[in-house]
């Protein structure tokens, strides 16, 4: 409750600066994880939607791995840890 009366303490333009700021980190914790379940869902456990596998052919500098697909050579490039036991 402390915590509650400090924030109504507080006057309109700081609570609204405070409540931007939670929004924005509330938001980039919702996109980093819809992200991830893109590149998860994208990964398919190793294998293309096709049913081909996922073969490595390249990382980048900021170790971004990138993937083609042996049967219809769609690419995929993976910046997450979805792919942990291939790399």
């Known amino acids: 409750m402390n915590i509650l009366k400090q924030f109504f303490a507080l ?3 700081d ?3 405070i409540v931007v700021a939670f929004a924005f980190l509330g938001l980039f914790i919702l996109l980093s994880l819809a992200f991830r379940c893109y590149e998860k869902k994208k990964w398919n456990k190793g294998f293309c939607k096709c ?3 996922w073969r490595k052919f390249c990382t980048d500098s900021q170790c971004e791995r990138g993937y083609i697909c ?3 050579k769609t690419v ?5 840890q979805v792919d942990k036991e291939h790399y």
């Open 76 to 80: 995929c490039w993976i910046t997450c």
């Open 70 to 72: 042996d049967a219809c």
């Open 11 to 13: 006057n309109q333009i």
């Open 15 to 17: 609570q609204l600066v």
């Open 51 to 53: 049913g081909g596998c």
